[in-house]
């Protein structure tokens, strides 16, 4: 009489070396970018900030939990502490930004066989990010609110700008990747 069989299975929580790894490139592919063209292309006061773009496509390539992705928000929020800026508030702001990518990439956004989600769930998250800096600037840096409204179309730009380079890079790093 043959025996049953049993296979062992053991579930890992928390990071893959892989996705430990593609964390860290598209952070530090972000922060290059941030620094260098982020300083050439400047509308109106308003730098892209490719960090957001890459925590953005990281989280939806590796789709971890929730703490996962508060961990990739401090971290971009740590790596911003290192380029030009004002400190401490991106560990707030990014860390913000991740958490909404986190929740947007559980909802379907497709429209056909479009896949509008990495588009517009970054689009939400860099203004959730952006929004929450720029309240923090004012809040911790005693500006006058009456500026605030300058900051509406640098926080969209900034959305825009990312959502479409997200959207563009997402379905072949997803088909590099096997993911």
């Known amino acids: ?14 990071f893959s070396i892989q996705d430990l ?8 592919a972000g922060a290059v970018l941030k620094l260098f063209v982020g300083s050439v292309i400047n509308f109106f006061g308003m730098k892209p900030n490719f960090i957001i773009a890459a925590y953005c496509l990281a989280i939806l390539l590796i789709r971890p939990g929730l703490a996962g992705s508060a961990i990739i928000g ?3 929020g740590a790596i911003c502490q290192f380029l030009p800026g004002t400190p401490w508030l991106n560990l707030i702001s990014e860390l913000l930004g991740a958490v909404v990518m986190s929740l947007m990439i559980r909802v379907p956004l497709r ?5 509008l989600n990495p588009l517009l769930a970054t689009f939400v998250s860099t203004v959730v990010s952006g929004g ?10 005693h500006m006058e609110t009456s500026g605030l409204v300058a900051y509406i179309p640098i926080v969209l730009g900034t959305a825009a700008i990312g959502s479409v380079l997200v959207q563009l890079l997402y379905l072949p790093l997803k088909k590099v990747l096997k993911k």
């Open 74 to 76: 401090i971290l971009a």
């Open 1 to 14: 009489m043959a025996e049953k069989r049993i296979i062992n299975t053991q579930e890992t929580k928390g």
């Open 21 to 28: 790894i593609l964390v860290a490139v598209l952070l530090a």
């Open 132 to 141: 929450s800096f720029v309240v923090c600037l004012f809040a911790f840096m």
């Open 111 to 115: 429209v056909k066989k479009l896949d």
